[in-house]
């Protein structure tokens, strides 16, 4: 189970910052940090997954630089890390949907620098190479959703439009083109920033009453994902 950067409020300096180190524990209690500062810049809001036998950093932002990345990175140890060359086609980004599916890492939605809620969606087999599936959703511009894999689809469910409102519907893919709607209206109160039900979790804020207290976009994975490495989110 992975912990992997995310914002922290110094009460100290009385402001958020994010951060960029990476903890890891095997059950749960016992914690080891594996770096106290990653090879990529202190971000949250980012994707996060496991693919491939690694660990996956994708895009983010920094809340106190008002910065959104679009930069991949990857790391089979969460000492090392190392950046997918190139340059990538989606715009950057945070608090987007981030999962695998079918062989490939998959990004939906989110928000721009500027706030702005994003609709498209992307694929990608390696994380270097990626492929626009849609430039637009029926379920419009979205961030902060909950995302997930299940029965041979992918999932999205509620998040929020940045405009102050959230949402209950849920929606499904076979192959991030064609979405169909499960339901308008779920029997759970709309909400965004939700955990997934995955094993792979990013993100979430606390405020707690102390210097340590974190806002962290984590990696975690269950035992039944032992295939891989640990795992949202997005924020």
């Known amino acids: 189970m992975w912990v992997i950067g995310g914002v922290n409020y110094n009460f100290t300096d009385s402001q958020f910052e994010d951060v960029n180190d990476v903890w890891s524990s095997s059950d749960g209690s016992n914690w080891t940090e594996a770096t106290a500062s990653a090879a990529f810049s202190a971000r949250d809001s980012f994707g996060a997954v496991d693919f491939n036998n690694k660990m996956w950093v994708i895009g983010g932002s920094n809340s106190t630089l008002t910065q959104a990345y679009n930069d991949v990175w990857s790391s089979s140890d969460g000492i090392n890390w190392a950046q997918t060359t190139g340059t990538m086609p ?3 980004r945070s608090g987007f949907g981030c999962l695998v599916f079918n062989n490939k890492i998959w990004i939906i939605g989110g928000y721009d620098v500027n706030g702005d809620a994003l609709e498209d969606v992307w694929c990608s087999p390696d994380g270097s190479t990626w492929t626009q599936v849609a430039a637009t959703t029926p ?17 999205v469910l509620g998040g929020d439009d940045g405009y102050g409102d959230e949402f209950n519907d849920v929606w499904y ?9 499960a339901t308008p209206s779920a029997p ?23 210097s340590a207290s974190r806002c962290s976009a984590s990696v975690c994975r269950s035992a ?3 295939r891989g490495l640990p795992g949202s989110a997005s924020t």
């Not at 893919?173 to 709607?181: H, I, L, M, R, V």
């Not at 993100?203 to 707690?208: I, V």
């Open 188 to 210: 759970w109160p709309p909400r965004s920033a939700a955990a997934r039900p995955t094993s792979l979790v990013c993100g979430g804020r606390s405020s707690q009453g102390s």
């Open 90 to 92: 989606w715009s950057a």
């Open 224 to 226: 039944a994902q032992a």
């Open 139 to 155: 379920f419009g511009g979205r961030g902060y959703a909950g995302c997930a894999v299940l029965n041979g689809s992918m999932w």
């Open 173 to 181: 893919s076979t192959d991030g083109a064609t979405w169909t709607e």
